[in-house]
């Protein structure tokens, strides 16, 4: 593939600029393309393809978010197949796990290097949808000559990050197309698409993550959400809450009483009424019964009773 030369010397301006845009995010990832990584913006080739027997141990490793990324990423494909995109599911290294594409488009999708076992890292490709959402654990959206190896000029990639149970970033969801008519309008509906599936991913990996516990959602968001045990204890919260919260970014939690960690917070409100609707919604269920509602809940009676005085419901 022939490669741009205007291509290759914006991205020489930009790195040896010290202007505003020099400091851009996009900068930024091709400054570390070239100078960290050591990358050839005219460098050829496709990207490197690991062994099919290490892409089913890194399957096999992350087969929980397989699992319940599958349904989502067939929801997805739904949303952007006639927009002639493919989506992909990679681990936090870059490697493609998953796709969905259309038969017809498979061959071409490939030649991109868009497949199973591809490594779309930034160490390896440079600025890339993949590499430069988990390199920068945000979203991004990388609109042909963003890219930083011309040979991916032709490509436009929305991205967005997964993080895990505790916090740490685990996977990158993408949609990409090779359309040479791609705008910008589209690129930001099908970002937005990304983000909103990310994020339903995000959260069911959680709650199957914390099986037995009661998943609490902050706010509306669906992604501040918290895993409370039986004992009112917050053995785990999503990268959302601990950032609403205060607590540390990523690993593991030290289990807090939930009225504890959230007292005096903003999100206490959203926690009580939370709480608040579990009960009503339980002895709704079990039609007043206060030891059927303290089963269904998986506390005690007396524990029932307590909370019930405590948010002033009565049988």
Not at 90 to 114: M, P
Not at 218 to 247: I, N, P, Q, Y
Request: with cysteine.
């Amino acid at each position: 593939m022939r490669y741009d030369t205007q291509h290759v010397a914006r991205i020489a301006r930009a790195v040896g600029s010290t202007s505003k845009a020099g400091t851009s995010p996009l900068t930024a990832s091709w400054r570390r393309s070239m100078t960290h990584y050591g990358l050839d913006p005219t460098s050829n080739g496709t990207p490197d393809r690991i062994e099919d027997r290490e892409l089913a141990r890194r399957r096999d490793r992350m087969g929980l978010l397989m699992e319940v990324a599958g349904p989502r990423m067939n929801h997805l494909f739904d949303l952007v197949d006639a927009s002639g995109c493919s989506v992909l599911l990679t681990d936090a290294s870059g490697i493609v796990l998953d796709r969905r594409c259309t038969d017809g488009e498979a061959t071409a999708f490939t030649d991109w290097g868009l497949h199973p076992g591809a490594d779309w890292s930034e160490a390896r490709e440079g600025t890339n949808g993949i590499g430069t959402c988990l390199a920068e654990m945000r979203k991004v959206i990388i609109h042909r000559q963003d890219h930083f190896l011309a040979r991916n000029a032709g490509l436009t990639c929305m991205d967005a990050p997964i993080f895990g149970a505790e916090g740490e970033v685990i996977a990158a969801l993408d949609v990409s197309s090779a359309r040479r008519d791609q705008s910008e309008p589209l690129n930001r509906l099908l970002a937005a698409a990304v983000t909103r599936s990310a994020g339903t991913i995000e959260a069911a990996h959680f709650r199957a993550c914390f099986p037995g516990t009661r998943i609490i959602a902050l706010d509306s968001c669906e992604g501040l959400l918290l895993a409370v045990d039986r004992d009112d204890l917050v053995v785990g919260a999503t990268r959302a809450a601990r950032r609403a919260l205060g607590l540390k970014p990523a690993g593991p939690i030290v289990p807090s009483p939930a009225a504890d960690l959230l007292r005096g917070d903003d999100a206490g409100g959203g926690f009580d009424a939370a709480n608040r609707s579990a009960l009503v919604r339980a002895l709704a269920r079990a039609d007043g019964n206060a030891s059927q509602a303290a089963r269904a809940l998986g506390i005690g009676r007396a524990t029932l009773y307590r909370r019930m005085r405590q948010f002033g419901i009565r049988r």
